[in-house]
T-cell receptor, first 113, second 110 residues
Framework: AAGVIQSPRHLIKEKRETATLKCYPI?????VYWYQQGPGQDPQFLIS???????DKGSIPDRFSAQQFSDYHSELNMSSLELGDSALYFC????????????FGPGTRLTVT | ELKVEQNPLFLSMQEGKNYTIYCNYS?????LYWYRQDPGKSLESLFV?????AVKQEGRLMASLDTKARLSTLHITAAVHDLSATYFC??????????FGKGTRLHILP
């Protein structure tokens, strides 16, 4: 079965640079979620989209923005990168918003030097 | 604000032993998840618990949910080294976000 696809899988950036992470949900899934997991930490919810509209927002820095496109893929744009942004970024998708199981992608490991 | 507390956070145990990981949460929720994560890897869904009294088993792992007590347990029977990983419980907020516990880092000694 098709799973959530994230690209790139690994990304190295310098401080103050920008980064774009991409997420392709499971086919027919219309809801995408982004989570950030720092080293040794639990995943923290950043933002979610349902039918191309932002549906909820968590602890996402103002330097980050995201959107969902007409084909339901989503991109997380990160600017003015800081060392503390180094983390695993997970995308998850579900069929519908609300209490539907979220399926997680493999993650993008971002390292900021 | 929903809080999800797991304990213990670290667990080192011998192969063949049994143990239980506890997950308490602070507000009403109808859905609780258990995930496994190996170092640097994604979150692997183990169990989805939907209702009070739900019990699910897969191999040496069994999960249960008591929504009245706001408590879920993950029981490990006759542990084997391959079960070494970090286990997260997570609670559905009934909107979009899932709130994770801090995780239990399980190390099983041969």
């Amino acid at each position: 079965a098709a799973g959530v696809i994230q690209s790139p899988r690994h990304l190295i950036k310098e401080k103050r640079e920008t980064a774009t992470l991409k997420c392709y949900p499971i086919p027919r899934h219309d809801t995408v979620y982004w989570y950030q997991q720092g080293p040794g930490q639990d995943p923290q919810f950043l933002i979610s989209f349902y039918e191309k509209m932002q549906s909820d927002k968590g602890s996402i820095p103002d330097r980050f923005s995201a959107q969902q496109f007409s084909d339901y893929h989503s991109e997380l744009n990160m600017s003015s990168l800081e060392l503390g942004d180094s983390a695993l970024y997970f995308c998850a998708s579900s069929l519908g918003r609300g209490p539907y199981e979220q399926y997680f992608g493999p993650g993008t490991r971002l390292t900021v030097t | 604000e929903l809080k999800v507390e797991q304990n213990p956070l670290f667990l080192s145990m011998q192969e063949g032993k049994n143990y239980t990981i506890y997950c308490n949460y602070s507000t009403t929720s109808d859905r609780l998840y258990w995930y496994r994560q190996d170092p640097g890897k994604s979150l692997e869904s183990l169990f989805v618990l939907l209702s009070n009294g739900a019990v699910k088993q897969e191999g040496r792992l069994m999960a249960s949910l008591d929504t009245k007590a706001r408590l879920s347990t993950l029981h490990i029977t006759a542990a084997v080294h391959d079960l070494s990983a970090t286990y997260f419980c997570a609670v559905d907020m009934r909107d979009d976000k899932i709130i994770f516990g801090k995780g239990t880092r399980l190390h099983i000694l041969p």
